[in-house]
C-alpha cells in the first residue's frame, strides 16, 4: 500500500490594508485638532459696519418762572370763576368771598341744574385724555392731584354760569359777597408748591428729587381767613429750565464739534439748543447758559414762548434735538492699546531719492563711533506736536527696526538733537484682512458698554467691511490667525 503524504500547513497572511491606516491618521488628527480647540483661546471676527449711537439726551429740569402769590383780604367762603391755567387781567373775576355763607349755600343748591356746554365737555376731555396718554403706575400719586385738578375746572365752569343768575339777587340775599378781580395780568394757577421766588442762581441738588416734591392744592380749601394764598400769577412769558449735568453730558450737548481755519476739529460752547418738550412733543429753542454752584455744573435754558402751556408745570421732561453720534461701529471689547515712541514734530526733514519725509538717525558703535541715516517710518499719528512711531517698524533689506531707544534725532548743521526713548499710547484694534493681526488706529467720537463709535477715513484706521478682531485681549500684534 502506497502511504500518503502529510500536506504541510501554511499559515495564511492577511494582505497589507492601507484603509486601516488612513483611518487610522484621521482619528489621531482629529483627537489632536479637538485638543487644541478645547484648550486654544477662540479668536472670533468682527465685520466693521456704519452705524450709530443713540446718545442719553432725555432729562427733566426744573421749571422756573416768574410767579406772584396773593392772599385775601377777608374771611369767609370761598368760590373760584377763573380757569386754571388762562389768562386773566385787571377785567377778570378770579374768586368770590361770601363772609355769611348765603351764596355758597346757593351755587351749592344749584350746581346740579348746570348744564355744561359742549365745549366746556370738549374742554375736560381733553384733560382728561392729555392726563392719560402721560400717566405711569409708578406715579399713582398724581391721580389724586389730577382728581382735585378736574374737581375745581368742573366748579369754575359751573360758578361762571351761577355768576351771571346771582347777579338777581337781592342785596339782602346775597348778604357779605364780595368779587375779587385779578390784580395784575398773568396766568392763574391755584397750587402753590414753595419754589415760586427760586431762581437758577438759588438752585439746589435737593430740589430735583421729585419723590420729596410737594404741591398745596388751594382750591381744596372752602373757607378761608384774611391773609391766606388763594392764587398766584405767572405774569412774564419768558422763563428757564435748569438741569444738573455731569462734565460728560454738559461736553456731549452745550458743545459742538467746529473746524478752525486748519482743518482741526474743535468745542465751541452752543449759544442756542432745540428742545422736545415730551409732555406734548412740541418744540422749542432755548437760550444756553452754563451754571457753576458748589461743585455741580448746571445747564439753564432760557425760552421765550410756550409758558403757557406748562404754567402748572414745575417738572418738564425734555429731549435735546442733537444728531445722534454716526461713524463705525465696533465691539468696545476689540479696542486695544500699543506703546509708540514720540519724537518732536520740528526734527522731521525732507530726504532720500524721493524727497520723504522722515528723520535724521545717529548711532554710536561699540567703538563709539557715529554714523549718521536717514529713516522714513510710518507717522502713525501727529498730535500736539509729537510724531508717534511704532518702534517695531524697520527695513525690510536689512530686518533691523529705524529707530530703537537711546538713538539719537538730530538736525544736520544744528546742535539740536532728541534722544529716544518716551513713549505714549494710542487706542486701536487688530484688522485681520491679511490672516494675521495688524494694529490699525482709532479716532473715538462716542462709547458705551457695548459699543464704540470711530471716525471714519483717518490715516492707518478702518474702513468699513474691515474684519477686525472681537476680543483684542486673546490676541498680540502680528499673530497669525488660522
Not at 109 to 123: H, P, Q, V
Given at each position: ?31 489632536i ?46 368760590d ?6 388762562s ?19 346757593y ?26 396718554s ?43 359777597f ?117 461743585g ?76 549718521q ?11 500736539d ?79 468699513i ?18
Open positions: 500500500m502506497s502511504k500518503k503524504k502529510k500536506g504541510k500547513v501554511v499559515k495564511y497572511k492577511k494582505p497589507f490594508n492601507i484603509a486601516n491606516v488612513f483611518f487610522g491618521a484621521i482619528l489621531v488628527y482629529m483627537v485638532y479637538l485638543y487644541m480647540f478645547l484648550t486654544s483661546t477662540h479668536i472670533s471676527g468682527y465685520e466693521v459696519i456704519a452705524g450709530s449711537l443713540a446718545t442719553n439726551k432725555q432729562f427733566t429740569g426744573l421749571v422756573l418762572r416768574t410767579e406772584e402769590i396773593f392772599t385775601a383780604s377777608t374771611a369767609g367762603y370761598i373760584y370763576y377763573a380757569t386754571e391755567g389768562k386773566v387781567s385787571g377785567a377778570s373775576i378770579v374768586y368770590s368771598v361770601d363772609e355769611s355763607g348765603r351764596m355758597s349755600e351755587l351749592e343748591a344749584n350746581s346740579e341744574e348746570i348744564n355744561l356746554s359742549e365745549a366746556n365737555f370738549t374742554s375736560l376731555k381733553s384733560d382728561i385724555s392729555s392726563f392719560s402721560g400717566y405711569e403706575k409708578k406715579d399713582f400719586s398724581e391721580v389724586y392731584d389730577f382728581h382735585d385738578t378736574v374737581n375745581g375746572n368742573i366748579l369754575e365752569l359751573a360758578n361762571q354760569t351761577l355768576l351771571s343768575e346771582m347777579e338777581a339777587l337781592s342785596e339782602a340775599d346775597a348778604g357779605a364780595q368779587r375779587v378781580y385779578a390784580e395784575k395780568s398773568g396766568i392763574v394757577e391755584y397750587h402753590i408748591d414753595g419754589f415760586e421766588s427760586v431762581t437758577p442762581q438759588t438752585v439746589t441738588p435737593e430740589m430735583f428729587d421729585k419723590s420729596t416734591y410737594e404741591t398745596t392744592n388751594l382750591r381744596s380749601v372752602d373757607l378761608i381767613s384774611a391773609g391766606d394764598t388763594v392764587y398766584k400769577l405767572v405774569t412774564d412769558e419768558n422763563w428757564s429750565m435748569v438741569i444738573p449735568l455731569t462734565e460728560d453730558q454738559m461736553e456731549d450737548i452745550a458743545y459742538k464739534e467746529v473746524t478752525d481755519e486748519n482743518g482741526n476739529v474743535t468745542s465751541k460752547q452752543r449759544s442756542v439748543i432745540e428742545v422736545k418738550f415730551l409732555k406734548d412733543n412740541t418744540t422749542s429753542w432755548g437760550y444756553i447758559t452754563i451754571l457753576n454752584m458748589n455741580q455744573q448746571y445747564l439753564q435754558l432760557d425760552f421765550n414762548n410756550s409758558m403757557v402751556r406748562f404754567a402748572g408745570d414745575r417738572y418738564l421732561d425734555i429731549q435735546f434735538l442733537i444728531d445722534d453720534t454716526s461713524g463705525l461701529k465696533i465691539p468696545s471689547s476689540s479696542i486695544t492699546t500699543k506703546e509708540f515712541f514720540i519724537i518732536p514734530e520740528e526734527y522731521i526733514m525732507k530726504g532720500g531719492e524721493d524727497d520723504s519725509q522722515g528723520f535724521m538717525v545717529e548711532t554710536f558703535d561699540e567703538e563709539g563711533h557715529s554714523t541715516q536717514f529713516v522714513t517710518p510710518t507717522f502713525y499719528s501727529i498730535t506736536g509729537m510724531v508717534y512711531i511704532d518702534p517695531n517698524q524697520g527695513s525690510f533689506t536689512s530686518n533691523e527696526t529705524y529707530i530703537k531707544a537711546g538713538d539719537r534725532i538730530i538736525i544736520p548743521n544744528s546742535n539740536d538733537l532728541y534722544q529716544v526713548g518716551n513713549t505714549a499710547e494710542l487706542e486701536g484694534v487688530y484688522c485681520i484682512n491679511q490672516g494675521y493681526t495688524q494694529f490699525r488706529k482709532i479716532e473715538m467720537l462716542y462709547a458705551n458698554e457695548e459699543y464704540t463709535i470711530v471716525k471714519e477715513g483717518t490715516t492707518f484706521g478702518l474702513t467691511y474691515d474684519r477686525i478682531v472681537l476680543n483684542a485681549e486673546a490676541v498680540e500684534e502680528d499673530q497669525v490667525i488660522y
